[in-house]
């Protein structure tokens, strides 16, 4: 049987409209949750100017349910959440993850995949549902990349043609990233970026370490070769690592010949494959949790 194909979903929650891409297998092995970064869109992770920009087909190939939804603040729900803070945002996105699924399995939990400023509310979703088995954190840090240091503060006040084209090369990197045609068609923005997100964007590493010290499941941090946005130096990775203080297991991959906006680029296929090869991993480790085994005097004991 063919797998479905992510195809576009909207649902309603605590009376907010919520958009999204969806699609489910008949017997999931887990179920992947991706979340996009700032100023873009559900469709950062089902890229369709390339085959291998998807990673929702990908892994709807190899048994996974898929969905991404625009964060709240975007698309369907733009000027509906200014009035909520970021743990009630997050509630939004798993209410909207359970009106998705509806009637169907969600296999061994939930692995979260999150982008950029995506990983602030997957944070939240990791620290506070019981059903997240894993998290993967893509394009963050708590030290910003040099070479961006000189146009950010620019761009935030100052939003010229000049400005965006030197804030847009140090975060996107030049074409040879990307299979042809990528940055000349519009594929990651749903609409604008919520007025809440400057903010936010710029005190998260403050609050990173504390957002994160307290997930306690597997988390996979991958810091792409060329990232423009933040500092992967070895230092740099390693303090970001260590801000996961609960989680059972720490792992961070460098992802050869990527930029910071992984899924869209030439290595998207690689580092979907190993997003998928942690789910799995995750999957497995929730399965053998859940089941009863002995105890050294011969007692059953619960592993969850």
Known sequence: MTPPRPAEVQVEVQGIP????????????????????????????????????????????????????????????????????????????????????????????VVLVAHSLGSQVAAELATRKSWVIGLEISGTGLERNAALSASLPAFLVDRSKETRRRTFAAIWGGPGFYPEGTLSRDMTRGSPSPGFELDEALTWPKRLPGAVAAIPVPVHLTAAEHEGFWSVT?????????????????????QPGAPHNISLS????????????????????????????PCGDGRPENGR
């Open 18 to 109: 919520m958009s999204g891409l969806r699609a489910c297998v008949p017997k999931p092995r887990a179920t992947i949750l991706a979340v996009h970064g700032g100023g873009s869109a559900a469709s950062y992770f089902h890229g369709l100017n390339h085959p291998d920009q998807s990673l929702l087909t990908l892994a709807t190939d190899l048994g996974f349910n898929a969905l991404a939804f625009d964060q709240p603040g975007y698309a369907a729900s733009a000027g509906r959440v200014e009035h909520l803070d970021l743990p009630a945002r997050a509630d939004l996105l798993a209410g909207s993850l359970t009106e998705a699924l509806g009637s169907h399995d969600w296999g061994d939990g």
């Open 234 to 254: 070895d230092d740099a990775l390693a303090d970001l690592a260590a801000c996961f203080t609960d989680a059972p297991s720490v792992e961070v991959i460098r």
């Open 266 to 293: 030439l290595a998207a296929r690689a580092y979907h494959l190993r997003v998928l090869a942690f789910a799995e991993d995750c999957r497995a480790r929730a399965a053998a949790l859940t089941r009863v085994v």
